[in-house]
């Protein structure tokens, strides 16, 4: 197999694992990541090892191994600074994102931080942008920084509008909920709980979770019991239904 074929075949196999992790079929996953790194090493390509390791990190991340996720982002991240200065910005975003997995949220926006002021600078936009903002937005939430938390949840959700797609907008909405609940104004966060959560029954994603995991909570606090019984009953299904930890248990978190 030539150089060309052995890079489809790394392609193929990268795009199967992505696949697979989006489905919540983990245990299929390793099988295709270890096929990655045979072939960066038959190419001896470090950009290829770079994105293995990439890809390894981010199946850690979905089996909530945070403190291994890091590790092969440490991997991925020692051969960006090296050789390819452009990955560095999504390396950051998602140290900031396993910091937050291990809830140091100082440590995450240290990160996040420096993964905005890097897309600032190569003037990067889109999706991956709203994912940033999403990132920091979840930081400030369970740091206790409504105001802030608000802001960046109202940043992503302008770049979502911008890409439509409700998978991530079931999780920003939630976190705007957050805000306006710990600012006092119920109305309005109940209004984008409510907006959040898919009410066909046959949607049962991490998002179904997050989102009705945090309605939920909500409830709870306002005493309103049975309801928050069936929401986070919903949202535990959902949860194991996408082979994912609830967020209320582990709080879990995506898009990454």
């Known amino acids: 197999m030539n150089e060309k074929d052995l890079s489809n075949q790394f392609k193929l196999n990268k795009q199967i694992a992505d696949e697979l992790i989006e489905k919540g079929k983990l245990e299929q996953v390793p099988e295709y990541n270890s096929r990655l790194y045979a072939i960066a090493a038959k190419l001896k390509s470090d950009s290829l090892l770079m994105v293995s390791y990439k890809a390894t990190a981010r199946y850690l991340g979905w089996k909530t191994d945070s403190k291994e996720e890091l590790e092969y982002n440490l991997k991925a991240l020692a051969i960006a600074e090296k050789k390819y200065p452009s990955i560095i910005p999504a390396i950051y975003s998602g140290m900031g994102s396993t910091y937050n997995d291990l809830r140091n949220y100082d440590k995450a926006l240290f990160y996040l931080r420096k993964a905005l002021s890097l ?49 991530f907008q079931k999780f920003i909405w939630p976190l705007t909920a957050n805000a306006y609940a710990e600012l006092g104004n119920y109305k309005l966060a109940e209004s984008f709980y409510r907006n959040s959560i898919d009410d066909d029954t046959t949607s049962k994603n991490f998002g179904d979770a997050t989102a009705a995991g945090e309605y939920s909570q909500f409830l709870l606090k306002q005493n309103r019991i049975s309801e928050a019984r069936y929401y986070g009953l919903k949202g535990l299904n959902a949860a194991l239904a996408a082979q994912a930890r609830h967020r209320v248990h582990a709080r879990r978190h995506r898009p990454r």
Do not use: C, H
Request: charged residues 25%.
């Open 119 to 167: 897309m600032d600078e190569k003037g990067i936009v889109g999706k991956v942008r709203g994912n940033m903002y999403y990132q920091i937005a979840y930081a400030f939430n369970y740091s206790g920084k409504p105001d802030s938390t608000l802001r960046y949840a109202q940043l992503a959700d302008e770049i979502y509008m911008k890409y439509p797609t409700d998978k």
